[in-house]
Nanobody
Framework: QVQLVESGGGLVQVGGSLRLSCAAS????????MGWFRQAPGKEREFVAA????????YYAATAKGRFTISKDNNKNTAYLQMNSLKPEDTAVYYC?????????????????WGQGTQVTVSS
């Protein structure tokens, strides 16, 4: 059983940056592909970014590509989402998720474990 805890959310101005962290415990972190998703008020949860378990491949939603970077430190059992050039439409609760496997995964239904979420608010 893997537990995931996100941190690093907060209030930031348009154009600013935040780095979200996802600390994992209870499993061999290097076995898990990671993903980040977000849910804005009144909207369904959507995919943001994903990476393979050893970090060799990454994939981004069109809205995140070029601005966000997903990464993973298997020695620290932590995944990250670096977010730059933030926009008001990036305001959402951000969730990290983990799945044991050799690929990256875009479909939220593929993931086995989820964190509780961290709020990101971008003010204009």
């Amino acid at each position: 059983q893997v537990q995931l805890v996100e941190s690093g959310g907060g209030l930031v101005q348009v154009g600013g940056s935040l780095r979200l962290s996802c600390a994992a415990s209870g499993g061999f972190f290097s076995l898990y592909a990671m993903g980040w998703f977000r849910q804005a008020p009144g909207k369904e949860r959507e995919f943001v970014a994903a990476m393979t378990r050893l970090g060799g491949s990454t994939y981004y939603a069109a809205t995140a590509k070029g601005r966000f970077t997903i990464s993973k430190d298997n020695n620290k059992n932590t995944a990250y989402l670096q977010m730059n050039s933030l926009k008001p439409e990036d305001t959402a609760v951000y969730y990290c998720a983990a799945k044991s496997g050799d690929y990256y995964y875009v479909d939220e239904n593929e993931y086995d474990y989820w964190g509780q979420g961290t709020q990101v608010t971008v003010s204009s």
